[in-house]
């Protein structure tokens, strides 16, 4: 078998084996392409192109029309004996890459909406993928901190790629090479795919699930319940990525608006948080039932929302304030990402890991459908509205802490 690596001790990471490494660097190098565009894309089609937020806001969410498929089908895949983990993973970086060399090379709104819908599909099968190689190489009691790993190499790499992209930009505005860059980036995963990571399923856990497969886990009454609260934060995560740039960009420090370079420095620093408080809360929340830390993910997102729309309306409290809602932000999202995936591969049957993450998966096709729409029309409202937009998010979370309460009781009291 593959050697095993020694990480540091005192961060609570056990030995992994090499695939999981190899794994982790291949998502560090996707995700600094996908740094180079993450926040830059509403700002470059909306103030150089020329579209409408609103019309940006339903482009972007179309990547989640064509990500239900993809994820769809990436379940199903995972799950094949025809398929399997590996050969889905490299097919969906294939088309991811080239979604954003679609994007990079885009004129108008079709350019927009084709680019997003491709990038869509590719990333609605990479995560089932991805997600399940991740609970075949990890053991049960170190599933929540192997997840929180491959998060912080995410993380990690949009950190650089969020980095670098705001300099270039602030430099040259070459938004367009940037999207190329993460096409490339994509591909230079499917390259360490194909070299070096094997099918990782073991014998008898890849079959035909088909139809049945869906079937049972859609009458899954906790795992749905879960989906619930799941696309509540995930369309959370949608709204900080998506639509925060653009206020900030518009709206920010009283209507005056700050800086691409500034917006960049401000989503560094929520890079960084996540980056150094990923593996800590990991460890922290192993205490806490999945419910309970989900609760403490939801509450971080009331928070920053909170911040976000504070700082921009009190004079001489827009960057601070901005700095500290990064930071509740990042709190929120690092308590949500290891939890979530390893609480679904806890409800899943070990040859419906695919299926199971499928569904996880696609509650971020709903968020990122719903928020960005929702966000792009509120951008084209006029001030006190947009501010006020936050303020609502913040109440919303009300509803997902009376969903956990229910999922709690039914994840101690087992099935249906």
């Known amino acids: 078998m593959f050697k095993r690596f020694r990480p540091i001790p005192a961060l609570g990471l056990n030995q992994y084996s090499r695939e999981i490494w190899i794994l982790a660097l291949g998502r560090l190098l ?23 937020a609103t019309t940006v806001g339903f482009g972007v969410s179309s990547a ?38 679609v994007l990079g090379i885009s ?14 599909f590719g990333t609605g099968l990479y995560w089932p993928a991805t997600e399940t190689m991740v609970a075949d190489l990890s053991k049960p009691d170190q599933r929540r901190q192997a997840y929180a790993l491959t ?17 270039l930009i602030s430099l040259a505005e070459v938004y367009r090479w ?22 990782t399923a073991a014998p008898g856990a890849t079959g035909k699930p088909g139809w049945g497969a869906w079937k049972q886990a859609i009458t899954d009454r906790r795992l749905l319940l879960y989906a619930l609260v799941n696309c509540q934060i995930t369309g959370y995560i949608a709204l900080m990525i998506n639509t925060l740039p653009l206020y900030l960009k518009n709206f920010a420090d009283q209507g005056q608006g700050i800086s691409e370079l500034q917006i960049s420095i401000f989503f560094t620093l929520n890079l960084i948080f996540s980056v150094l408080l990923q593996i800590p809360t990991a460890k922290f929340l192993q205490r806490y039932r999945y419910a309970q830390a989900l ?31 990064m930071l509740l932000l990042a709190i929120a999202t690092v ?39 929702i966000g792009g029309i509120a951008m084209d409202l006029n001030q006190p509205w947009v501010d006020g937009f936050w303020l609502i998010m913040v109440t919303s979370i009300g509803l997902g802490f009376v969903l956990l309460r229910w999922l709690d009781r039914w994840m101690k009291s087992g099935p249906r």
């Open 30 to 52: 996707s995700a600094i392409g996908t740094g180079f565009t993450l926040f830059y894309l509403p700002i470059f089609f909306v103030n150089k192109v020329g579209l409408s």
């Open 64 to 101: 989640a029309l064509t990500g239900v498929a993809g994820r769809f089908l990436g379940g199903l895949w995972v799950d094949s004996e025809g398929w399997g983990r590996r050969r889905t993973l490299f097919l969906s970086l294939f088309i991811a890459g080239l979604g954003a060399l």
């Open 107 to 120: 004129q108008n709104r079709w350019g927009l909406f084709g680019g997003n819908m491709l990038l869509g």
């Open 151 to 167: 998060r912080l190499a995410d993380s990690v790499g949009q950190g650089l790629g969020v980095i670098v992209g705001g300099l």
């Open 178 to 199: 940037l999207f190329i860059g993460d096409g490339i980036s994509f591909w230079i995963f499917l390259g360490l795919v194909y070299v070096l990571l094997p099918e």
């Open 295 to 325: 609760g403490i993910s939801l509450l971080f997102w009331g928070l920053g929302f909170a911040g976000v729309a504070t700082a921009s309306r009190l004079p001489g409290l827009t960057y601070p304030g901005t700095g500290l809602a």
């Open 335 to 373: 308590s949500y990402t290891p939890v979530a995936s390893a609480l679904v591969v806890e409800l899943a049957p070990h040859n419906l890991r695919g299926v199971y993450l499928s569904i996880n998966s696609q509650c971020w096709a709903v968020g990122y459908f719903v928020g960005p729409a």
